[in-house]
């Protein structure tokens, strides 16, 4: 059972490049999330997903796009990356919304 | 928006000493989780509170959801070196999604 797995691990992008984080799960849990993580800030929601085809905005959303067309993958686009998403990013799936949460290994992601 | 604050921001402990991390949340919650997070590595939940007044243990660990269910406290007894880390509170205003702390960051000294 490999619960939530999350690709790349690491990622450096030049600024205005765009790329895909991975996320996917095998728990088939219908709630999917995206977080950033930054120093003194805790995790942000960026994006979540309460089944597929369903995706809504979370607390800091500008500058990433996300899909749900499987119950499994839940993939955050990069559409033009600037330093300021310099993070780890951390994919999260849970039962439903107010349940446990399980969170992927996350992906160390650099704007140069 | 509602706001999840976590003191201290960091905790520095003599091995076998007892720490306490606290949560507060600006709105009254539905329920509470808190999570531990290893230097490099990814979140993993602890417990969920959800009952005014509540009181889990986990061995060494203790958790409690405040009265007015707007802050809530984790104590770890007789710290050990496994128990380094960052731990996070989660707070949930009914309906809503999760709002993380900032977290408290736990060394302990051998």
């Known amino acids: 059972n490999a619960g939530v797995t999350q690709t790349p691990k690491f990622q450096v992008l030049k600024t205005g490049q765009s790329m895909t984080l991975q996320c996917a799960q095998d728990m088939n849990h219908e709630y999917m999330s995206w977080y950033r993580q930054d120093p003194g800030m805790g995790l942000r929601l960026i994006h979540y997903s309460v089944g597929a085809g369903i995706t809504d905005q979370g607390e800091v959303p500008n500058g990433y796009n996300v899909s749900r067309s499987t119950t499994e993958d839940f993939p955050l686009r990069l559409l033009s990356a600037a330093p300021s998403q310099t993070s780890v990013y951390f994919c999260?799936?849970?039962?439903?919304?107010?349940?446990?949460?399980?969170f992927g290994q996350g992906t160390r992601l650099t704007v140069v | 928006g509602q706001q999840v604050m976590q003191i201290p921001q960091y905790q520095h402990v003599q091995e076998g000493e007892d720490f306490t991390t606290y949560c507060n949340s600006s709105t009254t919650l539905s329920n509470i989780q808190w999570y531990k997070q290893r230097p490099g590595g990814h979140p993993v939940f602890l417990i969920q509170?959800?009952?005014?007044?509540e009181v889990k243990k986990q061995k060494r660990l203790t958790f409690q959801f405040g009265e007015a269910k707007k802050n809530s406290s984790l104590h770890i007894t007789a710290t050990q070196t496994t128990d380094v880390g960052t731990y996070f509170c989660?707070?949930?205003?009914?309906?809503?999604?999760?709002?993380f702390g900032p977290g408290t960051r736990l060394s302990v000294l051998p």
């Open positions: 509170l959800v009952k005014s007044g």
């Open positions: 989660a707070g949930r205003n009914y309906g809503q999604n999760f709002v």
């Open positions: 999260a799936s849970s039962f439903a919304g107010r349940t446990e949460a399980f």
